[in-house]
């Protein structure tokens, strides 16, 4: 059996895990960065559209190129590669020496040791079964972006004519790709009021080609025999689908873009301790999980929305990597807590006295909001923020001055009332 | 004709109502900055979007090859370039940033390659 000894394991070749090797790389730290596809890059090599980079390299890209710039930059910097290698089995326990089982075509199993481990796994699509869609089970229904692997490396049309199921940005940018490939759309159906994706891509994906979307409606049956012939959608009252007023709509394609999860089958057989409203580990402020050594940034922590912020937030678990294998601990740290109108924060811990930026996703859409932070029940910090919705994540910076006594620190956002 | 549009200058997402005027200008109302009287006059004389699609490479590693407009291209040609692009077939190797087509129908736009393809 191949054995292996690193520094640093890198788990998932993405906008993450690169971002990370990178900087343990560089810092002389011998990286190893392991992938079960055949290149790096992850989601971001079928994501062919523009719009990745503003904020990491201050330049518009596409998907690709975004991702050969991680990659070289983290090669440049002495990180080696092993693709086409799943990691199967993890054993965490020992601090000095974390021990991963992994397989490859070219090598069978190895054995590869690590003083420290990136979870960098990214996540993956909510499926017809995660849903519950009701209905019979052709053949045509994909997830958006299965189907926008099958278009863009594989050059595979779905089908015919499509109906998109969730409005959220994969779901929408395939809409655009379904049509310039000679696929019309016939609709969007968002179970929820609002949008979920970007402003942007409503505009450019659905407007630009007439695309109806659906709010508040849902998609109460699949019908076909083989494959799919038709959806019936039926909009929301109360909660319930409205079957007085359902239509139908003839498609042979059912695009599901309805959501996304951290895949964390593998930190779960380690032992990682999993937040259960964003499906990531728990973390403390260096993106440190219950185990000590064991790092996790990206969309494996929580979905992010952009890729430029799942790398920023990898590459400071990167330098915090480095803090750990010098020989640093973080010190006693306190709880943070998700309020009012908050579905999450992250991280779920602090140091007190240290600046620390704060990532959290809104529940409520609202025109004028306040960021309430508060410490162990008394305010500390008031933050205007204009324009939140669920879509778009929130961040805010707390100077260390504020928390320098410890205690829990909660977040909760108050509407002005749209 | 009244337009009703969405303002993609920023995330607050104004929804304007633009109206090109008999004497060649654009009346706009609804934004909250000059921003969107500039996106609305585009989008009412020539909207332009980046295009983004694959182009056939006779490879072994990657039988498509991802590719980009080098610039925005008017909306009214994209059908017509879009079919360019399916017709188009390249072969490896190629690095990122290749021209596999240049300057489509005279807009000066290039379309170039996203991704190296080395065999």
Known sequence: MKELNYDVVVIGAGAAGLATAEVTASAGRSTLVIDRDDFAGGVLMQCIHNGFGLHHFKEELTGPEYAERLESAARNAGAEFLLQTTVMDFNLADNENKELLALSPEYGVMRITAKAVMLAMGCRERNRGNIGIPGRRPAGIFTAGLAQRLINMSGLLPGKSAVIIGSGDIGLIMARRLTWSGIPVKAVVEIRPFPSGLTRNIVQCLNDFNIPLYLGHTVSKINGADRVESVEISPLVDGVPDSSRSFTIECDTVLLSAGLIPENELSKRGGVTINMTTGGPLVDAWRMTNIPGVFAGGNVLHVHDLADYASDEAALAGRHILDYLNGKRPGREFPVAAGGNLRYVTPNEYIPGEKTQFFMRSLIVEDDAELIVSLDGQEIMRKKLRFVKPPEMLSVEVPGELTARGGQLSFALNGGGR | ?119
């Open chain 2, 1 to 119: 004709m009244k337009r009703e549009l969405i303002c993609i200058s920023c995330p607050i997402g104004c929804h304007i109502q633009a109206e090109m005027t008999a004497a060649g200008e654009v009346e706009v109302s609804g934004n909250r900055c000059p921003r969107g009287k500039a996106y609305a006059l585009n989008e009412l004389t020539d909207p332009k979007r980046m295009v983004t699609s694959v182009v056939a490479c006779a490879s072994k590693e990657l039988p498509f090859v991802p590719v980009r407009s080098s610039a925005p291209v008017s909306m009214a040609l994209i059908g017509e370039l879009l079919d360019t692009l399916r017709a188009l077939e390249v072969a490896p190797p190629l690095a990122s940033g290749s021209v596999v087509l240049s300057d489509f129908k005279g807009s000066g736009v290039n379309i170039i390659t996203t991704r190296s393809v080395k065999e």
